[in-house]
């Protein structure tokens, strides 16, 4: 079975560009989180979704944007890009949700978007 | 909130020795997840162990093993019989059970092992 998968591979955007990043779940995970990787940092926590609805927010300003789809692909949408967005994008789905702790998220190679 | 705290930037070990990889974590959260993921140089996050904080017994996966030892809230990562391919970022995470259920990493420590 085909892991999670996103595109594009790289990106390199210039200051003030808006950028969109998709993502597809393992196939029956209704979960997508997304995650902002700066260079030599552990990943920060950007979106939650389940089952199309937004279940959490990170700390990031309103130029961070998601959506899921019912087919469960998400896409992160970044506007107004600043130097400071430069990361590794990461995406990760899961299976559950609801009253479980356990909730493995299995990731994406990753987005490594580059803004001039 | 959570935190999480890992205080070995990097870490050399021997091929063929064992090797701990440290976490400690904060969380008010009465019950919570504790994860290793480790990232290679490609970049993919690769989940390794999960540890749940009402397991009473420490959490093995192969080669790798979790000390949890909850009343120090530390979640330490016990390679054993390192291996070349082993070399990477690790990733000690952990998440709760109020609010959502996203994970909080630390910030890692590259592992490098030496033939």
């Known amino acids: 079975d085909a892991g999670v998968t996103q595109s594009p591979t790289h990106l390199i955007k210039t200051r003030g560009q808006q950028v969109t990043l998709r993502c597809s779940p393992i196939?029956?995970?209704?979960?997508v989180s997304w995650y902002q990787q700066v260079l030599g940092q552990g990943p920060q926590f950007i979106f939650q979704?389940?089952?199309?609805?937004?279940?959490g927010r990170g700390n990031f300003p309103d130029r961070f944007s998601a959506r899921q789809f019912p087919n469960y692909s998400s896409e992160l949408n970044v506007n107004a890009l600043l130097l400071g967005d430069s990361a590794l994008y990461l995406c990760?789905?899961?299976?559950?949700?609801?009253?479980?702790?356990?909730?493995?998220?299995?990731f994406g190679p990753g987005t490594r978007l580059t803004v001039l | 909130a959570q935190k999480i705290t890992q205080t070995q930037p990097g870490m050399f070990v021997q091929e063929k020795e064992a090797v701990t990889l440290d976490c400690t974590y904060d969380?008010?959260?009465?019950?919570?997840?504790l994860f290793w993921y480790k990232q290679p140089s490609s970049g993919e996050m690769i989940f390794l162990i999960y540890?749940?904080?009402?397991?009473?017994q420490n959490a093995t996966e192969g080669r790798y093993s979790l000390n949890f030892q909850k009343a120090r809230k530390s979640a330490n990562l016990v390679i054993s019989a390192s291996q070349l391919g082993d070399s990477a970022m690790y990733f000690c995470?952990?998440?709760?059970?109020?609010?959502?259920?996203?994970?909080?990493f630390g910030s890692g420590t590259r592992l490098q092992v030496q033939p």
């Open positions: 196939s029956g995970h209704k979960s």
């Open positions: 540890q749940g904080s009402y397991d009473q």
């Open positions: 979704y389940y089952e199309k609805e937004e279940r």
């Open positions: 995470a952990m998440n709760g059970d109020t609010g959502r259920r996203a994970l909080t």
């Open positions: 990760a789905s899961s299976l559950a949700w609801g009253d479980r702790v356990y909730n493995e998220q299995f």
């Open positions: 969380t008010s959260d009465p019950s919570y997840g």
